[in-house]
């Protein structure tokens, strides 16, 4: 199964990694992508695992504040968005 990320999951990684090296250090930021990579391993090997949020929308809780939002479609899991889970549920799909 080929892995997709949207622009917009680019930018909330990438916004998200800038935080934790600002605020916590290189090394949780290192922590944090790795987490990311290896549940973006699994959820490829089984993409169905996460539960349905909405339509074809599936979810998968990446750490306490994040969770994975993404979509199977034929051979590809297209990651969506990177969601913190503090935020408003209604700007999930926005």
């Known amino acids: 199964m080929e892995v997709y990320v ?10 998200i990694v800038e935080y934790l090296t600002t605020k916590w250090g290189a090394a949780t ?6 987490k990311s990579d290896s549940v973006i391993k699994l959820l490829k090997n089984y993409p169905a695992m996460g539960p349905i949020e909405s339509g074809e929308i599936r979810g998968f809780q990446l750490t306490k504040q994040i969770r994975i939002l993404y979509r199977i ?7 969506l968005a990177f969601f913190d889970v503090r935020q408003n549920p209604e700007k999930k799909f926005s």
Do not use: C, S
């Open 73 to 79: 479609k034929k051979d590809q899991l297209i990651i």
């Open 6 to 15: 949207t622009p917009r999951a680019e930018k909330h990684f990438d916004q």
């Open 29 to 34: 930021a290192k922590h944090f992508i790795e």
